[in-house]
């Protein structure tokens, strides 16, 4: 497997505007080859798709999800999935993405919709949490930046929607943010996610 560094991979995302898991993909397919790499993103859409993603998305859906326990409603969600024109916001297949996507929230339940949205103290303090775990398993000082850097994957894997596999895997196989992505190369249009709402009874507020 390539050695593929971090460096390697935000290289990738602002050249192609991908998101991360797609740039760290196409690099491994590319042997760790830059050009190689952008060439499979543009082969996908997807680099095409990063492109729209300045276009001004002022459309767009809200999804919904609601899921019953004894014949009563116990927890709720709601997506807000924006896209450019109205045309496509009336889409059915906008509008299931945009209730598929409630109902994964329902299911991973993620506190932030992509990773820039995690405020930086939250992420200096998950740093640091798992800087002292490691050190108190005795691993060894000059190995601990690698154990953090791949421990706070799996906390953006965990907390970020657009980190987390999607739900539905007979539906599609891959994360939430390559689900989007994928409809919006097939749209034409800039489309994201802008909002997420989860309610369930007897949990805490936040």
């Not at 497997?1 to 998101?19: S, Y």
């Not at 004894?70 to 993405?97: H, I, M, N, Q, Y």
């Not at 996610?193 to 007897?202: D, H, K, P, S, T």
């Amino acid at each position: 497997m390539p050695d593929i560094t971090a460096k390697d991979i935000q290289r990738l995302r602002q050249a192609a505007g991908v998101g991360m898991m797609d740039a760290k993909k196409a690099l491994t397919e590319a042997d760790g080859d830059f050009d190689k790499a952008f060439q499979i993103l543009r082969e996908k859409g997807l680099a095409a798709a990063a492109k729209r993603a300045d276009r001004a998305a002022t459309e767009g859906a809200i999804g919904h999800y609601l899921h019953y326990q004894s014949d009563r409603p116990v927890l709720g969600v709601l997506v807000e999935l924006a896209c450019e024109t109205d045309f496509v916001a009336k889409s059915p297949e906008f509008l299931e993405v945009a209730n598929d996507l409630a109902m994964h929230v329902a299911w991973g339940d993620p506190s932030w919709v992509r990773r820039e949205d995690v405020p930086a103290d939250v992420v200096e303090n998950e740093r640091e949490i798992i800087a002292k775990q490691a050190r108190s398993e005795g691993k060894p000082d000059h190995i601990v930046p690698k154990i953090v850097e791949g421990r706070l994957e799996s906390f953006y894997r965990e907390h970020v929607l657009y980190d987390q596999e999607f739900v539905n895997k007979e539906k599609f196989e891959g994360t939430v943010e390559e689900y989007v992505t994928k409809l919006a190369a097939k749209m034409g249009e800039n489309i994201g996610v802008r909002r997420i709402a989860r309610l369930a009874v007897g949990e805490q507020a936040d």
